[in-house]
């Protein structure tokens, strides 16, 4: 999607297609990227909220970084004193055109996401469409829209309540209709 960032992105941004890649290619990765993507947290945060080590957080909040998908913000002093830097989603996962993540990732990532949570909890939506690329491209798109008008009102009402959401939708061949997936 391509949701206008407010957060400026760092130089590290124009990491090559490989380190960017690698930088998602971690279920934990994408992860630390959704808690940080309304406020900034800090490291010693981000291993609290996810059950890490700090030391091991680090690493992924550098990979991160470097790849230009956190972007550190101003530092500040943590509970005990200790000087502090908060990092917030530069959203660049969101402009890119290239794809710099497998769906295999994204999957594990959302099955980490629900895990635990009760079966009510989870709200799913199955549908089988029959589209023509067109309608599937038109698809997207529309859905797309959807998400970045509720992103332009959250941004425009900052004092609205809201309560976070994951929303995870996939489109994929149906091979129960139409047979194995054939090589054009």
């Known amino acids: 999607m391509s949701e206008p960032s407010t ?3 760092p130089a590290a941004a124009h990491a090559s297609l490989e380190a960017r890649a690698k930088a998602l290619g971690s279920p934990i990765r994408w992860r630390i990227l959704r808690l ?3 406020e900034p947290r800090t490291n010693r945060e981000l291993a609290e909220l996810l059950g890490r080590n700090p030391a091991t957080m680090l ?4 990979t991160l970084v470097d790849a230009g998908y956190l972007a550190p913000q101003e530092p500040r002093r943590g509970t005990r ?4 830097i908060p990092y917030l989603a530069t959203r660049l996962t969101w402009t890119e055109d290239e794809q710099t993540s497998s769906s295999d990732v994204l999957v594990r990532t959302f099955l980490e996401e629900i895990e635990g949570l009760r079966p009510d909890d989870v709200s799913i939506m ?3 469409l029959r589209l023509s ?6 698809y997207w798109r529309r859905t797309e829209e959807i998400v970045k008008d509720l992103m332009a009102r959250r941004e ?3 004092d ?7 929303v995870f939708m996939a489109i994929h061949p149906d091979r129960q209709q139409d047979g194995p997936a054939r090589e054009d």
């Open 81 to 84: 004193g200790a000087r502090e």
């Open 126 to 128: 199955r549908a089988g």
């Open 133 to 138: 690329q067109d309608e599937l491209h038109e």
């Open 7 to 9: 957060t400026p992105v």
């Open 59 to 62: 690493h992924h909040v550098r």
């Open 36 to 38: 940080c993507l309304h």
């Open 156 to 158: 425009a009402e900052p």
């Open 160 to 166: 609205v309540e809201r309560t976070s959401w994951g």
